[in-house]
């Protein structure tokens, strides 16, 4: 499964502020770019900490990106994917929404209740792991159920495991000119961070767009 992680962040690295609420990071022509990168790719995963603090649809806004896949024999909306251990996911999220499917990846140790809850609402479950949701197992699963493309969009919690476990391909960051700061402020990267074996990566292209730049990277 080929995947990329797209995310917006300030000139410090931040996602959100240390409120972790959504922040205007990019503008129009980013926008406009995210959502064709979403309609490129046959799923978009966020995690929990992304759904409980921007309650997201990740679903296309752009009518030609739905007519586009529909013509191409795909469903209009990419598949929503949600790391979720223990299915805090509220029933009324808009990732559940009937517009798109929604795969939730969670544990074998999730709630018993709050899974029939979240079947009910249309979500299907793919459990991997005990205390976490085991990833590289967990996009097998993908993988066997056809996803052949993901775009991860954050946050940072997630982002840190997926590349821990090798399990990214490709980077696009846009680097908005704004300024957020704080030591508690989520990051592109973020849980125990790396010590060594640092992440490699191999910036493909710098561009302009909107008030800041997108850079786009391989990673090795
Ligand atoms: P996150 O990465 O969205 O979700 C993290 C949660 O995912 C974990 O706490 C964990 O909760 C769950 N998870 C399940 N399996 C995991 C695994 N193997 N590894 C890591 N996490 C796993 O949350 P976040 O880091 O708090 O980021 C949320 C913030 O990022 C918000 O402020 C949001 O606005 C911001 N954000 C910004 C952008 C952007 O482009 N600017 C994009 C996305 C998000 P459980 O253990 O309970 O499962």
Known sequence: ????????????????????EQISI??????????ALRAENDAVMVGIGTVLADDPSLTLD??????????????????????????QTPPDAEV???????????????????????????ATLIRAGTDRVNLPI???????RGVDSLM??????????????????RLSVFVGSILIGGGDAPTLVDGRGFVEDFPAL???????????????????
């Open 138 to 144: 967990a996009f097998e699963a993908l993988s066997s």
């Open 26 to 35: 990019s503008g129009p022509e980013d926008f406009a770019r995210v959502d």
């Open 202 to 220: 191999t910036l493909d292209s710098v561009s302009r767009i909107d008030e800041g730049a997108l850079l786009e990277y391989t990673v090795e």
């Open 62 to 87: 752009d009518q030609e990106h739905t007519e586009a896949r529909r013509r191409r024999g795909d469903p209009p909306h990419p598949t929503r994917v949600i790391a979720d251990s223990n299915l």
């Open 1 to 20: 499964m080929h995947v990329v992680v797209n995310a917006a962040m300030s000139a410090d690295g931040k996602l959100s502020s240390r409120r972790r």
């Open 96 to 122: 559940l929404s009937e517009t798109a499917e929604t795969i939730i990846c969670t544990t074998t140790d999730a709630p018993v209740d709050a899974a029939a809850t979240l079947e009910d609402a249309g």
């Open 152 to 169: 991860v969009e954050g946050g940072g919690e997630l982002l840190f495991s997926l590349f821990d476990a090798a399990l990214v391909n």
